[in-house]
């Protein structure tokens, strides 16, 4: 059965088990996952790419099929799915599961294609197509993030994030979470700041390089820091937005400390942390401990002074100190 993806509620979503997310707005796919499956749910979650769900099909059955009186409804997330998946989303139908949801992600369907086929023509299983945002809805959705996060960008700015967004959503979100980062001790925002932190490493993003230093992954950062060539200007940028990521961190380390649950620490910081980050912030608090982390914050400090008074070596000053 066809559902369009403004049609969705609480209520159509109870009434299946089975899904199928298509097309290549991948942004608008996990929003609408988050926001109608996971944001109140608290059992398990399963997450598997199409070849290990089928390497794993006779485990996962069985999975499905075990019920508990004291365990909630489990979700399974299946990415990257293609027609194979269609013999065995029949097994499965055939199963008339309750006690779990099902959720298959593909990018573009054709008509003919089996598997958005199946889907179509049963009573029992949902498919919802996502088309590419357009440069209205983009727009609307930027502003009102920009108002929530009390950040004022120029309209020539807004445009910009938009054309870079590529009609994706997730794209769009990933830039304004630099631009935010940035914003918390910087708040005159010009356009030229928006075009290169929106620009900043074309291989590999800013939100890739903070990631692998807070994840303490030196491979990957030797791999970003080698692969590109970031002007001075670049790592004042790079340095910045560290230092907040870094101080975002740490506020979440603190509360976790007093015993709160992790979960709540998160949905609690403000401004909030984007749906896309969770599960990495998570790993992140386990990985520093926190005087570790006040140390660091206190060198990014030291760091940034260095680089202004000696800028001709400001890539190097960086690297050292992310790899070390």
Not at 136 to 159: A, F, H, P, W
Not at 217 to 237: A, G, H, V, Y
Request: glycine share 2%; charged share 30%.
């Amino acid at each position: 059965m066809i559902i369009k993806n403004f049609e969705l509620n609480e209520e159509k979503t109870s009434k299946f088990n089975i899904f199928l997310f298509y097309g290549k707005n991948e942004g608008f796919q996990n929003e609408i996952i988050n926001n109608y499956f996971l944001k109140k749910h608290n059992g398990e979650i399963y997450k598997y790419d199409e070849p290990q769900f089928i390497e794993n099909i006779d485990t996962i059955i069985s999975e499905l099929l075990n019920k508990s009186l004291f365990e909630d409804q489990k979700i399974f997330i299946i990415s990257r799915v293609s027609n194979k998946m269609s013999e065995y989303i029949e097994i499965i139908e055939e199963k008339k599961l309750t006690e779990c949801k099902m959720i298959f992600k593909s990018s573009i369907l054709e008509k003919k294609s089996k598997l958005r086929s199946l889907f179509e023509k049963s009573k029992n299983l949902a498919v919802i197509p996502f088309y590419e945002d357009n440069s209205n809805s983009l727009i609307t959705i930027l502003v009102k993030l920009l108002k929530e996060k009390d950040i004022k960008l120029s309209r020539e700015s807004i445009n910009l994030l938009v054309d870079r967004a590529s009609g994706d959503r997730e794209n769009l979100l990933k830039e304004l979470d630099k631009i935010h980062s940035y914003s918390l001790t910087n708040k005159n925002i010009d356009f030229n700041t928006v075009d290169k932190l929106s620009n900043l490493a074309e291989n590999y993003g800013i939100d890739q390089l903070v990631e692998s230093y807070l994840s303490r992954n030196k491979r990957k950062l030797s791999k970003i820091l080698n692969e590109n060539n970031f002007s001075d200007e670049d790592c004042i940028l790079l340095l910045r937005v560290i230092l907040n990521k870094s101080k975002r961190l740490l506020g979440i380390i603190k509360k976790k400390s007093l015993n709160q649950n992790i979960e709540e620490v998160i949905a609690s910081t403000k401004p909030p942390i984007f749906w896309k980050e969770k599960e990495s912030i998570k790993k992140q608090v386990k990985i520093w401990k926190e005087e570790d982390l006040k140390d660091k914050i206190y060198q990014i400090n030291e760091i940034e002074v260095l680089i202004k008074s000696n800028s001709k070596n400001s890539l190097n000053i960086i690297s050292d100190f992310i790899l070390n």
